[in-house]
T-cell receptor, first 110, second 113 residues
Framework: EDQVTQSPEALRLQEGESSSLNCSYT??????LFWYRQDPGKGPEFLFTLYSAGEEKEKERLKATLTKKESFLHITAPKPEDSATYLCAVRGGATNKLIFGTGTLLAVQP | DTGVSQDPRHKITKRGQNVTFRCDPI?????LYWYRQTLGQGPEFLTY????????KSRLLSDRFSAERPKGSFSTLEIQRTEQGDSAMYLC???????????FGPGTRLTVT
């Protein structure tokens, strides 16, 4: 069964303190790994799609990487406005649905 | 820039009542998805449309749930005889095609009392 596990569940950083979020997955025939950001009471906001091991994508202070078993979301010199829940999802096999993890709640303190 | 829109944003209903939610996808997107999210969890897939055809349904979608996309544009999700366990955020997403990312709307927060 396709599964996504994210760690840690929650992370508290000081402004400027870089760190990484982990997303481990098992899926039959990966057809995309997706990172989303979700603010309280809002829908998920698309960040990145990764398709194959070794692929990397960057956007401002965020960088996503992918291996055959996991993905990392690296946050460099975070700011308080980066505080949110970061969700990882996979799409695999013949389905079009996304399988989500439970997310990492990131809090960046000034 | 018109993203995915959902209406209403909040709905409070009494147990046993029927509710209907609407989703308007991004205009050129022909794929539309419904998900449900409870507190502290990631979104869970409910159903998927390609144009007006409903192609996938989760086992989470009990007989009390029905979704339509009659003209391949907006979609509705109806829950009949609501139960307290139906309280959740109902999210709609759309994508250009099956290989592209899904863009989510703001969600409809349902509270069943």
């Amino acid at each position: 069964e396709d599964q996504v596990t994210q760690s840690p569940e929650a992370l508290r950083l000081q402004e400027g303190e870089s760190s990484s979020l982990n997303c481990s997955y098992t899926v039959s025939g990966l057809r995309g790994l997706f990172w989303y950001r979700q603010d309280p009471g809002k829908g998920p906001e698309f960040l990145f799609t990764l398709y194959s091991a070794g692929e990397e994508k960057e956007k401002e202070r965020l960088k996503a990487t992918l291996t055959k078993k996991e993905s990392f979301l690296h946050i460099t010199a975070p700011k308080p406005e980066d505080s949110a829940t970061y969700l990882c999802a996979v799409r695999g096999g013949a389905t079009n649905k996304l399988i989500f993890g439970t997310g990492t709640l990131l809090a960046v303190q000034p | 820039d018109t993203g995915v829109s959902q209406d209403p944003r909040h709905k409070i209903t009494k147990r046993g009542q029927n509710v209907t939610f609407r989703c308007d996808p991004i205009s050129e997107h022909n794929r539309l998805y419904w998900y449900r999210q409870t507190l502290g969890q990631g979104p869970e897939f409910l159903t998927y449309f390609q144009n007006e055809a409903q192609l996938e349904k989760s086992r989470l979608l009990s007989d009390r749930f029905s979704a339509e996309r009659p003209k391949g544009s907006f979609s509705t999700l109806e829950i009949q005889r609501t139960e307290q366990g139906d309280s959740a955020m109902y999210l709609c997403a759309s994508s250009l095609d099956q290989s592209h990312e899904q863009y989510f709307g703001p969600g409809t927060r349902l509270t069943v009392t």
